[in-house]
C-alpha cells in the first residue's frame, strides 16, 4: 500500500505517462496503411552502448503507447520516480547511463532499470498492446519487461533469437537490425553471476531518437565501433 505523498506522487507522473505528444500524434496519424503489419514504421532508438551501437525501429502504429513511452524517457519529457530518493525526476532523461542488468545467452539482453536491481518501477505502469500480427518470430525484438500484465514501465529488452514462448506475452514494440543483432549475441555472452547479471557492467551510454532519412549521431567516448553504421542516416528496418 503507497502512503499519501507516494500516491501523489505516482499520480503526478502517471498523469504524464499515457499522452501521446502531439508532434507523435501527427506523425502516427499520417503514417499510411502498411500492407504488411510487420512493417517498422515510426522513427528509430539508436542505443549506444560500451560494446557497440544497437539500432532498433518503433512500431509506432502497433504500440502506440510503449514507442510514445520510451521516446519521453529517452528526452526527459516523462517524470519518474526516484526510488533511491523518492523524488520525481523531471526533464531527466532516464536511460543515459544505466546498463543491462540482465543478460541471456539465445534469449535475451535486459535494461532500463537506473538502479540496476531489476526492481525498479519508474512510478507507473501503463497497458499491454498485442497485436496478432506481431511475434517473437525473428531475432531483434524490442519489447517492453514487466511483471505481470498492464505493469510496464521502463524496462525494456531485445532478443537474440526467435523465442516463441513470448508471443502475445508482452508489448513488442519495435525490430533492430542485424547489425545489433550481433551486438547483442556479444552481450550476451559476457561472464554473469546465477542472477544473469554481468560481472562487469554493459553500460548504456546513450540512447538518441532519430527519425528516418536524419543523420546519425556520433559514435559516444569509449564505445567501440561496432554494429550499425556510425555515420550516415537512419534507414527503415526490415
Known amino acids: 500500500m503507497m502512503n499519501r505523498t507516494r500516491l501523489a506522487i505516482f499520480a503526478l507522473v ?16 499520417d503514417l499510411p496503411d502498411a500492407p504488411v503489419a510487420t512493417i517498422p514504421n515510426g522513427a528509430l532508438a539508436v542505443l549506444d552502448t560500451s560494446m557497440g551501437r544497437i539500432t532498433c525501429q518503433f512500431y509506432q502504429r502497433q504500440a502506440p503507447l510503449a514507442t510514445s513511452n520510451f521516446i519521453r524517457l529517452t528526452n526527459g519529457t516523462q517524470d519518474w520516480l526516484d526510488a533511491a530518493t523518492n523524488k520525481v525526476q523531471h526533464g531527466k532523461p532516464l536511460y ?3 546498463t543491462f542488468h540482465r543478460v541471456i545467452p539465445g534469449f535475451m539482453i535486459q535494461g532500463g532499470d537506473p538502479s540496476g536491481s531489476g526492481l525498479f518501477s ?7 498492446e498485442k497485436d496478432p500480427n506481431l511475434n517473437f518470430d525473428r531475432p531483434g525484438r524490442l519489447a517492453m519487461a514487466n511483471s505481470g500484465p498492464n505493469t510496464n514501465g ?13 508471443n502475445q506475452g508482452y508489448s513488442l514494440f519495435g525490430q533492430c537490425d542485424d547489425a545489433s543483432i550481433a551486438v547483442v549475441k556479444a552481450i550476451t555472452a559476457v561472464p554473469r553471476d546465477s542472477n544473469d547479471k554481468p560481472y562487469s557492467p554493459v553500460k548504456l551510454i546513450k540512447v538518441t531518437i532519430v ?4 543523420p546519425l549521431p556520433p559514435l559516444q567516448p569509449g564505445e567501440p565501433a561496432a554494429g550499425s553504421p556510425a555515420t550516415g542516416t537512419a534507414a527503415p528496418i526490415r
Open 96 to 98: 543515459n547511463g544505466t
Open 211 to 214: 527519425d528516418v532519412g536524419q
Open 14 to 29: 502517471c498523469a504524464t505517462a499515457l499522452t501521446l505528444p502531439a508532434s507523435s500524434q501527427q506523425k502516427l496519424e
Open 154 to 166: 521502463s524496462q525494456f529488452f531485445v532478443t537474440e533469437e526467435a523465442y516463441p514462448t513470448l
Open 122 to 128: 519508474p512510478g507507473y505502469d501503463f497497458k499491454d
